[in-house]
């Protein structure tokens, strides 16, 4: 059976089965197509689905994290990434691919050559179009590990975004070690309206003050679009589109 090709019909996939689907991005101001997020999915043998976060962190729960996992998934993603450039460039080229990335895993010599190899061929033939997200930050980070973080993705990925723990408001580290922006990710949730409302205002004031761009993903429905337009945030993707 052929890998489903809209991730609304993630359910499809087979046990054994992975792919990656590249979500709509647009700009919250008119609608207009920004670029595409990247979004793995698997089925594990024994039936289990698991989807973004759930894959780039797989190997990262223990104290030592396993590099051979991470760096197996990461090269997944990547290598989609090309696919879907390379297909996209028959066509009409893509401005914006955003791909998430944990960055405690990056931090690691293994995993960052993983990238590393990876993002340069992508960067080589696709120059300006990756844009790397990180998340899952060390939980008693400092203004040196962030530091490293950007010094490893800037070479390859000029705009380079975080994804604070959703709830994180305060975004000063990371705009002091020139991020670009912020994301957060409503995981397609059936949020009610007014808390969404209340989050998204704060996290796209902390942001603005900051001079840092908004990215909102996983938007379920309607009235949470709406509060992301009220907020003002930059980008959006999700179910809702």
């Given amino acids: 059976m052929a890998l489903p090709d809209s991730e609304k019909d993630i359910d499809a996939l087979e046990p054994g ?11 919250s101001a008119d609608g207009t197509l920004a670029g595409y997020y990247a979004v793995p999915a ?4 024994d039936g289990a689905l698991k989807v973004g976060d759930e894959i780039l962190s797989d190997g990262t729960k223990s104290r030592a994290i396993d590099t051979a996992v991470v760096g197996k998934n990461l090269t997944r993603v990547m290598k989609a990434v090309k696919a879907f450039l390379y297909e996209a460039s028959l066509k009409k080229p893509v401005k914006m691919v955003v791909v998430p990335i944990n960055a405690r895993a990056l931090l690691i010599k293994e995993v960052a ?32 590990i962030i530091d490293e973080l950007a010094i490893l993705l ?21 705009a002091n070690c020139n991020f670009q922006g912020v994301c957060a990710d409503l995981q397609n949730k059936p949020w009610p309206a ?5 989050f998204l205002m704060a996290f796209s004031e902390s942001a603005r003050a900051r001079r840092l761009s908004t990215y909102v993903h996983g938007v379920g429905s309607t009235d949470v679009s709406r509060v ?7 980008f959006l993707d999700g179910d809702v589109i």
């Fill in 17 to 27: 089965a992975s792919t990656v689907f590249f979500r709509q991005i647009r700009k």
């Fill in 42 to 45: 698997k089925r594990t043998m």
């Fill in 113 to 144: 050559s993983v990238y590393a190899e990876h993002a340069r061929e992508i960067a080589r033939e696709y120059e300006g179009v990756l844009v790397m997200e990180c998340f899952d930050f060390p939980k008693a980070f400092s203004l040196d």
């Fill in 154 to 174: 800037y070479p390859f990925s000029p705009v380079y975004l975080a994804r604070p723990d959703l709830g994180v408001t305060d975004f000063t580290i990371y």
């Fill in 194 to 198: 007014a808390k969404a409302g209340e």
């Fill in 228 to 234: 992301v337009n009220e907020a003002s945030i930059d």
